[in-house]
């Protein structure tokens, strides 16, 4: 078996599964080497990736105009290839149980168009046992063929980080991982074709898989942790920023920062954990605790609001409030599990229908999502409080006085700005007279 061979001689294509804000630097990464089918069920997404648009902003449209990756969203069309990277989202159930359902239809459908010597590698984020447990036998019902003797499986969790340009696919250390000796050579020579900084072979499947739910609860716990001193350190009336920035003068300070935890990682894989642990008969402690922490986080920072209007003698329901900012974090259009809609449904059981703004979010995908119109910038005048969400360098540019043309006519200490992100420093909102609060 030398599928390697074959790809890189372009005898054999690879296929991804799956062309959001993973699979789509995948495909094109792989694409600048070798042949590559993008495949999407989402028949919109993939026309609009033929007219040369962006949808995820992850590699820009002058590269998606001119990629090679061959865009459909026909099934037949996966016959073609003989290497597959499954890379669909892996999200949670309303009770925060994981919702395989995105990674079990992939499966069905690639069930049915692999063949002998294929090679499938899963990329979505899962619990351990997964991939072995409920993929290969639906890949083997599916396909009426054997893992291990007609096609081989492998996992390799993706670690892309949506909106980061330092952090890129082809500089993060790749975790492999093989149902054999033979699979985990392919998929590591494979991999090597895109990835600079090499790949991370491991022993076994479950290692890989249970790699990639630890690394994200580990970051949880830790965000959880300056999560809860920020909430005590605000009934101190101490900054927690200015607390972090003493402490990092310390050689081992692990410089984690206070903030909302959404998007479809952090808020999300401790989840997975939590749910296998608990299927074994174990209850997570740590885990489930620091999760908790930071879905309050929503809430702690809704009542900061209402408390500063409070203080300044507004009447709460008739306040006028914007929020900037409804991606799940800076700089990327992912409006996936954004907790910044926790800060709006919270506001509204006060009678406020705050004005949200956000010009890389889809007012399109926005609307449909969570029912929320998104304004524009001209829209936000008279208003009495400024609530920035989400720390996008466009907002981070902006003078005092552009912030300033925001607000009502009314006095500095009425006009409230809540910095959520801790994007502007203490002695530039003293200086502005504004009533502030930080996270």
């Not at 290497?83 to 009770?95: G, K, R, S, Y």
């Amino acid at each position: 078996m030398s599928l390697y061979k074959d790809i890189i001689e372009k005898k054999e294509a690879i296929a991804v599964i799956g062309l959001g804000y993973v699979g789509l630097p995948i495909a094109e990464s792989f694409a600048q080497k070798v042949r590559v089918i993008g495949f999407d069920t989402n028949k919109k997404k993939i026309e609009l990736y033929k007219k040369g648009i962006d949808l995820t902003n992850e590699i820009g449209d002058d590269t998606i105009k001119n990629t090679k990756i061959e865009f459909t969203s026909d099934e037949d069309k996966l016959e073609e290839a003989k290497f597959f990277i499954i890379a669909v989202p892996t999200p949670i159930n309303l009770d925060k149980t994981p919702d395989l359902s995105p990674v079990i239809d992939a499966t069905k459908i690639l069930g049915t168009k692999i063949k002998e010597g294929s090679i499938v590698v899963y990329e979505s984020t899962v619990y351990p046992g997964v991939t072995e447990d409920i993929c290969i036998p639906i890949l083997e019902e599916e396909s009426k063929l054997r893992c291990g003797n007609d096609f081989k499986v492998g996992y390799s969790p993706e670690r892309i980080n949506p909106g980061d340009k330092v952090h890129r696919l082809e500089n993060i250390k790749k975790i492999v991982s093989g149902t054999d000796e033979e699979a985990l050579e392919e998929i590591t020579n494979i991999y090597t074709l895109i990835i600079k900084a090499g790949v991370f072979p491991v022993s076994s499947i479950k290692v890989a898989e249970a790699a990639k739910v630890v690394e994200n609860s580990q970051r949880d716990i830790n965000i959880a942790f300056m999560n809860e001193l920020a909430i005590v350190f605000d009934y101190m009336g101490i900054d927690t920023n200015e607390v972090i920035e003493a402490m990092n003068t310390k050689w081992n300070a692990l410089n984690f920062r206070p903030g909302l935890v959404g998007g479809h990682c952090i808020g999300v894989d401790p989840y997975y954990f939590i749910y296998k642990a608990e299927n074994l008969g174990y209850h997570s402690q740590i885990i489930a605790s620091g999760r908790k922490i930071n879905d309050d986080m929503a809430s702690f920072v809704a009542d900061a609001i209402i408390k500063k209007l409070i203080s300044t003698d507004k009447i709460v329901k008739k306040s006028k409030i914007a929020i900037l900012g409804i991606t799940f974090k800076e700089n990327c259009t992912d409006i996936r599990n954004s907790k910044i809609i926790d800060i709006i449904m919270k506001l509204k059981e006060y009678g406020i229908k705050p004005i949200v703004v956000d010009p890389l979010a889809s007012k399109e995908e926005v609307k449909k999502e969570y029912k929320i119109e998104l304004s524009d910038f001209n829209e936000l005048r008279e208003m009495d409080c400024l609530v920035f969400a989400v720390a996008h360098n466009l907002f981070k540019s902006f003078s005092f006085s552009k912030i300033d043309s925001m607000y009502g006519k009314i006095s500095p200490k009425e006009k409230i700005l809540i910095d959520i992100k801790g994007m502007f420093s203490i002695p530039d909102l003293e200086k502005s007279n504004y009533t502030y609060w930080r996270l």
